[in-house]
């Protein structure tokens, strides 16, 4: 997969959790994903739709990570992940991907963005729906992971 398209989504999602909730994160070493189950335990998942691409994203987050995340952002610590930790997980995709897309357009690529999908629990399924290669990205805090999943059919 080319790098032009993966590292507006890494951009994305540094930028978003560090100006929206004050939480640095960490690369990991990129590798191909040849399954569907999650390596977290809640995910965000949204399709991308152009003339000339078609792809999706998904971000994973570990339980601990996303509740503090949750705690920055709106002020709530739920103790687990809830109906209102999975709408932020939602927005939190939303905005990776806006980010990204902005940062593709600048490049001649256009897309249109689906609602985000949001599923959790341990051992979930995030099917991407494209032809296409899945890239996973893990991102290391101190209390979790987040893995990002990219898969373009480009």
Sequence with gaps: MNAEFVNPFIAGLLNVLETMAQTTLS????????SDVASGDVSGLIGMVGPDIKG???ITFEE???LDIMLK???????EVDAEVADL?????NMICG?????????GFEFGMATPVVVS????????????PKIILPF???LGKAYLEICFDK
Excluded: F
């Design 27 to 34: 690369p990991g070493k990129p590798k191909r994903k040849n």
């Design 56 to 58: 999706s994203m998904s």
């Design 64 to 66: 601990k990570l996303i």
């Design 73 to 79: 952002m709106v002020g709530e610590a739920p103790e």
């Design 89 to 93: 997980v939602g927005e939190v995709t």
């Design 99 to 107: 980010n990204a897309k902005r940062d593709l357009a600048e490049k």
């Design 121 to 132: 629990g341990k051992q979930h399924s995030i099917s991407h729906q494209v032809d296409g």
């Design 140 to 142: 290391n805090h101190e």
